[in-house]
């Protein structure tokens, strides 16, 4: 490793991270190493807990308190494990950057796009004037392909979408031109045609700059799609190691063929049964148009004359880019939203034009389970009160029934006793997804909305959420509205699908003709934006793609 540490652009040897008392300690990086080169890109993959996140902090020095951290890390020629940390304040930005995974929330939404920018350019380059910075902003701007780069620096985070703040960050990232950038989930919850324009921005870096990439990902097809080289990680050590072709095609770990084959892929469904007729239907919709704003001639319309109906038993799939109104309809349909005109019924109750009681009724007939169940489910509330609190409030269950009841919900998701005093911090990301099931199910809803409820879950505990997900409405039968931008995902789960785009119907229909004879063009760009877990069939894809465009 000694001569690898003196080519590599990052060379990472015997890497350990521990926490708590020599006694009692915890190791949460345990002897790991790997190597990357010039221009190469590097994927560190595992589930939760498997220390990716970690290796990559402890490469910048930025390990959390009280954390030990042993073993060397070279980067531009600096040991950043036994450097001071005014050393480490030399390398930040200039010889490496990190992208987070959460763009909206990593910019200061107080702040401009162009004041964040320049503040990040007179970091690296102290003496340039005004003019020049503004300059450099610009060409970081357009290197990124941002479009209209002069408007977008006056805006602010919340004026832009996903895609292009996560295109902000890698422009700030790349402001003293760093050899590396650590991608940390960079693509995690956006939409696969965003997620498609960010790969590609990566790419083009990394051929026109040289740039080095560490990508840090659950996501095995940006895995396939972007990287040369896979580091496999589980509880902290290195699992294995290899080419992208060869961890794809021939791993030699039981653990990676595990998390390969946990991964959904289009068309593993096969044309399997359509799924029940929606000849009960139990949500009707009929033109719904959901309006933003109130001055007239300032109103922004969400959602345009969208109909659908979802039937007893049924799992209808929402699809379609950010901003295409998925979100807002599901809001619209628990009250979340306005409903500007058209008719929504919930078993046969109208939510439009029924009294306050029974519009309040109908919605306790609706059960919603959000994209992120650490901040949908109260920090302050144990798992059994989460659950008991609509049984007790809305449902009047008595209180002698709730433990027993409680305890049923729980064995239904797949948690047992165990788990129903713990709060939210202590149990993992899939456990809080059950959790959280497990509450919207409380009230036996005849309609189950689940918004993006696996976007940000490891593949094998994605799999096991939707294991129980499936396995719950088969036995119970509620109708479900399931929004997702993972068409894989929807391939898997789904018995028809609604493809939505600018807040408009653009397609709708059995599963298997959607995803794989779609009619719209829209559509069928959303398909070829699914990257897939095999490198060859990606490179030829992307190729095909790019062909088509030319």
């Known amino acids: 490793m000694a001569d690898q540490s003196e080519a590599a652009v990052l060379a990472v040897e015997h890497l350990s991270v521990a926490f708590g008392d020599k006694g009692h300690e915890s190791v949460v990086v345990d002897d790991v190493s790997f190597a990357i080169g010039s221009a190469e890109v590097v994927a560190l993959v595992g589930e939760s807990g498997s220390g990716k996140s970690m290796t990559a902090m402890s490469v910048l020095g930025i390990t959390p ?59 690296s380059s102290p003496d340039l004037d005004r003019a020049a910075v503004r300059a450099r902003c610009l060409d970081l701007l357009e290197s990124v392909e941002i479009p209209e780069p002069e408007r977008r620096l006056k805006q602010y985070p919340h004026e832009l979408s996903g895609g292009q703040c996560q295109r902000v960050m890698i422009a700030i990232a790349l402001a003293a031109d760093p050899d590396l950038l650590i991608a940390d989930e960079p693509t995690t919850a956006l939409d696969v ?108 319309r969400a959602v345009d004359e969208v109909s659908f109906s979802v039937g007893r038993g049924e799992i209808l799939g929402l699809v379609g880019e950010s901003g295409s109104g998925k979100t807002t309809i599901g809001k619209a349909i628990a009250g979340l939203a306005p409903i ?66 409680v305890t049923q919900l729980l064995s239904d998701v797949g948690l047992g006793e165990a788990w129903r005093f713990r709060y939210p911090h202590e149990l993992s990301g899939g456990q809080r997804q059950r959790a959280a099931i497990a509450r919207a199910l409380a009230l036996d809803p005849t309609l189950l909305i689940a918004d993006e409820p696996t976007s940000a879950l490891d593949v094998s505990v994605q799999a096991r959420v939707l294991d129980t997900f499936r396995e719950l409405q088969s036995r119970l039968g509620f109708a479900c509205l399931f929004i997702s931008h993972d068409l894989a995902v929807v391939d898997e789960l789904c018995d028809r699908v609604v493809v939505l785009h600018n807040g408009r119907v653009a397609e709708i229909g059995d599963r298997h003709q959607i995803l794989f004879t779609p009619q719209d063009p829209y559509t069928r760009r959303l398909i070829d934006a699914v990257p897939v877990p095999d490198p060859a069939e990606q490179a030829r894809r992307r190729e095909s793609v790019a062909a088509a465009r030319a």
């Open 65 to 123: 308190f009280g954390s030990r951290v042993r073993g060397r890390i070279v980067v531009g020629g600096l040991d950043t494990v036994a450097a001071t940390e005014q050393q480490r304040r030399m390398i930040r930005g200039r010889v490496v950057s990190m992208i987070f995974q959460d763009p909206v929330a990593a910019l200061d939404p107080v702040y401009s796009i162009g004041f964040q920018m320049a503040e990040a350019v007179r970091r």
């Open 193 to 300: 045609t965003v997620q498609a324009e960010v790969l590609d921005v990566l790419r083009k870096l990394r051929r026109d700059r040289t740039t080095s990439i560490l990508l840090i990902t659950h996501d095995m097809g940006v895995v396939a799609d972007l990287a040369d080289r896979v580091v496999v990680m589980r509880n902290g050590k290195v699992e294995e190691e290899g080419t992208a072709t060869e961890i794809f095609g021939a791993p030699s770990a039981d653990y990676t063929r595990q998390l390969l084959d946990a991964v959904p892929r289009l068309g593993r469904r096969g044309q399997a049964d359509p799924g029940p007729e929606a000849d009960t239907p139990v949500l009707i919709m009929e033109d719904l148009v959901v309006e933003y704003g109130h001055r007239i001639g300032h109103k922004f």
């Open 340 to 405: 500007t005109s058209g008719v929504v019924t919930v078993d046969g109750v109208s939510l439009a034009d029924t009294s306050g009681a029974r519009r309040r009724a109908a919605r306790s007939k609706i059960g919603i389970v959000f994209q992120n169940p650490l901040l949908s489910l109260n920090p302050r509330y144990t798992v059994h009160r989460t659950i008991a609190e609509p049984l007790r409030l809305v449902a009047g269950v008595p209180a002698a029934e709730v433990d027993d009841r």
